[in-house]
């Protein structure tokens, strides 16, 4: 078993605050010493409340499924003896009613291109296979109930 811990810190500073017309931004702090910068989503609560170049739950939460499944990619290619490159992926994250008629993120589309060298390079079955696996082993996505979908995009 392993424990990861961030701290989260939001502080009020002079707003009033009971007018709900607070600033949301606040810092992820990481263990390692990283600050990030963070807000609430512009598109749930509007700036100025929202600072828009700040990273957001949603954000974190599509850019992490990205992130796992990249570095089981990474692995399993590296162990196949294939040399990659650049893995570049835009991923896209769906913020709907769910079944049960709450907002959730009902869908994130993985959309990577990886940039290979070497004499040995992979087929498309062979690729999708990679990324089969990665999905599979992914901690992030087999925590989440929302759809992930992998759509292998050629370089």
Known sequence: MSEYTSTVVWQRGDQIFTDNQYSRAHTWQFDGGLSVPASSSPHIVPIPYSEAENIDPEEAFVASLSSCHMLFFLAIAAKRGFVVDEYRDTVIGVLDTNEDGKRA?????????????????????????????????CFIANSVKSDVVVEVQEV
């Open 105 to 137: 993120m009902t869908k994130v589309t993985l959309r990577p291109v990886i940039r290979f060298s070497g004499s040995k390079q992979p087929n498309r079955e062979q690729l999708e296979k990679i990324h089969h696996l990665s999905h599979k082993e």
